[in-house]
């Protein structure tokens, strides 16, 4: 006996429903990611679990090279890439994740930048995050270790001097290759922090770079050389907290957490 054939309804019935606040009841947060950055948003995974909290991710356009001038054309993409983070979420915080960028750009810029979109949101970035790290921990003397070129590793010492932190060390990986500074290992991160930071002038070590792998290691580096260690990650991570309210203290993700 073959089924009758199946008669689709004539009409589709619309169904009551109610809204809530939606995801990020607590804290919505955005990010603007490098389109070459394969570390950061592995690492705000881990750092960003709280219930309540919304983490949206946006990609601008970035050249594998990594110089002053690269970094300096991902002024024209803020914008609209900004955009791509619809205003309409409600943002409390949105960070744009390039140390580097940030430098050559400029803070205040990138601000300005950022917030002619989403003008009541806050925003930071790893360097601005860096420096207000520094503060909590009531750092002045550091150590800076960045994978980055010369030109741009001056830059950023010369940013943080200007902002009155003296980096009485600093070192590099010495890479201008995006993807290759993404597969610098862990444990030769870990093996720079302990060197550059043990040095008796060295009051803490900042890791720069998004795409360096240091959240692993920060809790071993600081119980190593018995000094705190912040990195550009860590750092964005807890400032975006603290600017949205949040007061949460990840596991293993270093000293600075506990700051406040």
């Not at 803070?107 to 979109?117: G, L, T």
């Not at 925003?123 to 270790?145: E, H, M, Q, V």
């Not at 993807?179 to 550059?196: C, E, G, P, W």
């Not at 990650?233 to 293993?252: C, K, T």
Request: one cysteine or more.
């Amino acid at each position: 006996m073959q089924n009758a054939a199946f008669s689709p309804p004539s009409v589709i019935e619309t169904l009551a429903f109610e809204t809530d606040a939606g995801l990020g009841q607590q804290a919505r947060i955005g990010l603007i990611v490098l389109q070459t950055d394969q570390t950061i948003e592995h690492e705000f995974a881990r750092l960003f679990r709280g219930e309540g909290v919304a983490l949206y991710h946006a990609r601008i356009p970035n050249a594998m090279e990594v110089s002053p001038e690269t970094l300096r054309q991902m002024q024209a993409d803020l914008p609209r890439t900004a955009e791509l983070l619809p205003p309409s979420f409600g943002f409390d915080a949105i960070g744009y994740a390039c140390t580097s960028g940030a430098t050559m750009i400029g803070e205040a810029c990138v601000d300005e930048m950022i917030r002619a979109v989403h003008p009541g949101a806050r925003t930071s970035n790893p360097l601005t995050a860096c420096k207000a790290a520094l503060s909590a921990l009531g750092l002045r003397r550091i150590a800076l270790l960045t994978p980055y070129p010369p030109e741009v590793t001056l830059e950023m010492q010369a940013n943080l001097r200007t902002a009155g932190f003296e980096t009485v060390a600093v070192a590099s990986f010495n890479q201008s290759d995006d993807f290759t500074v993404a597969r610098i290992s862990a444990q030769s991160i870990l093996d720079a922090v302990a060197t550059i930071g043990a040095r008796d002038e060295v009051e803490g070590v900042f890791v720069s770079c998004t795409s360096l792998r240091a959240l692993d290691v920060i809790a071993e580096a600081e119980a190593r050389i018995g000094k705190p260690v912040i990195a550009s990650n860590q750092v964005l991570a807890w400032h975006l907290m603290r600017l949205a309210g949040l007061d949460g203290v990840p596991e293993g993700a270093g000293r600075l957490f506990a700051s406040g």
